[in-house]
């Protein structure tokens, strides 16, 4: 069976849950008190998709303002970003937009974007309504899903429908591209986790 590296990177807005859905995925455990990142951590973790084995370089880069000029260096190159925001805080979804411009102007041309809107359990603290995320994410030919790293609630399913957009490998060495392509505007070491 193949075995493909998929580098994937998660960006957002400091404590949006990035790490813990970085650790629900790849450990199945989840924190409540889990430190902010900084900088950058990293993970792996080997999926069976189809007749490949996707193995996930997954990067969790920190949402702090300060670390923000270092994500460049982790989406370069990524098949894929996931963008997290939390449900419970607008200006978090406000400034996922921003991310999703700078992965147009600087991002790999190819790369596959999921929209994550996190914290899905708490439902009662709504402040990002569904629909108006799921149709931002339309616009732009992105993933959609809402997932809760506490609950384990769509954590698998990002990294499934990521699988889903990567082009599909042929025997004679090219590449059919099946998915997305996000346009551009003019012109190992292992973290310890939870």
């Known amino acids: 069976m193949a075995l493909r590296e998929l580098k994937v990177c998660l960006l957002g807005d400091t404590g949006v849950g990035k790490s813990s859905i970085v650790c629900r995925f790849v450990e199945d455990s989840f924190d409540p008190n889990i430190n902010p990142t900084i900088g950058a951590s990293f993970m792996t973790k080997t999926v069976q998709y189809q007749n ?3 193995k996930f370089l997954i990067w969790d880069t920190a949402g702090q303002e300060r670390f923000r000029a270092l994500a460049p260096m982790y989406y370069r190159g990524s098949a894929a970003a996931i ?16 991310w999703v411009k700078e992965l147009r102007q600087h991002g790999p041309p190819n790369i596959v974007v999921a ?7 708490l439902l009662d603290a709504r ?3 569904e ?5 931002y994410a339309d616009s732009i030919h992105a993933i959609f899903v809402e997932t809760s790293a506490k609950n384990a609630i769509n954590i698998n399913e990002v990294f499934v429908e990521i699988s889903k957009r990567i082009p599909v490998a042929e025997a004679a060495g090219g590449t059919s591209v099946k998915g997305f392509k996000l346009g551009r505007q003019a012109s190992e070491s292992r973290r310890a986790c939870c």
């Not at 929209?115 to 359990?121: H, T, V, W, Y």
């Open 115 to 121: 929209i994550a809107g996190n914290k899905c359990d």
């Open 127 to 129: 402040e990002v309504p």
């Open 52 to 54: 490949e084995l996707h």
């Open 131 to 135: 629909k108006d995320a799921k149709d």
């Open 83 to 98: 963008i997290v925001y939390d449900i419970t805080k607008e200006e978090s979804f406000q400034t996922l937009k921003n």
